[in-house]
């Protein structure tokens, strides 16, 4: 494939005015190929004239982002299964057709250059396969090039992870809170492509909004229906024999009740046990992969799955029964900074902030039962 300008986008969710703002610059800038690396048709008002206008216009390279593959997927919690009917609807059979058959990982050459575009769902669905060897090129080929959206932050890295090592491009997101669109263009017009970042600006922008009644409406019935309340329990670990530790019961009811009212579930470990993270990589659909600062802990996040709920209740001790990683918490939403529940210090402590209050009496009769010490602060 021969182009001389490709421009790289990411993350448009569903603005017609951004999206006609970045044809009518990229057009004065000759570009002859756009990379769009998903998540273009969720959380905004024009999902189907967006998908029309990418679709009919031959320069665009299209791929699955994690919204897209979630409208074939059942998600929980109230607004993510509104918005998914919503967005189903408006878009109806052919258009739903066309973006299940898209991939979620594409490689390409373009001008001799090896490039690999994928979302950050896709970046995971990579390091999965590479770990456990389905995709022989990622581990005898370089790429040149790792085109990875999802974050909403441009940037340029170098990844040096255990199971896959390359330069990635960030390209950041077309819609943003600034009402500020992020891009990259390659130029390819020398041996080595320039690469430049890109920010503009369009009229109006509308990020996650709810403009339907049709969709309002939905929502409304689903929120009413949750019962949870705010709560804070923390749970403190029982001392015998010189160990701290919760009694396992008691962890499954917590690991229960966060499947049960997360759509995200988080795993620490650290970054030399290669199995566990294999495990980790094969099980989870990861969102998402954080690391602390001096880079000996990683945190894997991804969807509470059948196969998650699997990991997590059967198999996440140790032959000698301890837990297999030192933190499994729960969050409603993937950039969550304050998980909901978890269980840490490899099953020593945990905490719950939301629960109803029937649960609440019954996990206090459960720790009484145990006699394990917990706290509820008198503020609430």
Known sequence: MKAKKVAVISDLHASLSMLDAFISYINKQDVELILNLGDYISNGPNPCEVFDRIWVDKRFINIKGYDEDSLFHSVKKSEGIAQGEWI????????????????????????????????????????????????????????????????HRPEMTYQNKIFLKGNVIDPGAMTSSE???????????????????????????????????????IIKEEVEENTLKDTLLYIHGKKKSGEVYIDQDVVQRILEIGLEQSKYIC??????????????????????????????????????????????????????????????????????????????????????????????????????????????????
């Open 88 to 151: 189903r609807k408006k878009l109806g059979k052919d258009r739903l057709k066309k973006i299940e058959l898209s991939p979620s990982i594409k490689m390409i050459n373009i001008n001799n250059k090896k490039l690999l575009m994928c979302h950050i769902n896709g970046w995971a669905e990579v390091l999965q396969k590479s770990a456990h060897h389905i995709m022989g090129k990622l581990k005898d080929e370089d790429y040149n090039y790792i085109l990875m959206g999802g974050s």
């Open 179 to 217: 009402n500020r669109g992020n891009f990259v263009i390659l130029d390819f017009s020398q041996e080595e492509p320039n690469i430049s970042f890109h920010s503009l600006y369009a009229e109006k922008i509308h990020l996650n909004q709810i403009n339907s009644k049709e969709q309002r409406d």
């Open 267 to 380: 795993i620490g470990c650290w970054n030399h046990e290669k199995q566990i993270i294999r495990e980790l990589l094969y099980y989870l659909k990861c969102r998402k992969i954080k690391a602390s600062e001096e880079g000996s802990q990683e945190w894997y996040i991804g969807e509470v799955t059948d196969q998650v709920r699997e990991l997590v209740l059967n198999r996440r001790l140790l032959p000698c029964g301890r837990l297999k990683w030192f933190e499994i918490s729960f969050q409603d939403h993937i950039n969550s900074t304050a998980p909901l529940y978890s269980i840490y210090h490899y099953g020593k402590e945990g905490f719950i902030k939301r629960l109803s209050l029937k649960e609440l009496y019954s996990m206090e009769e459960m720790l009484k039962k145990y006699d394990i010490p917990y706290t509820i602060p008198i503020n609430q």
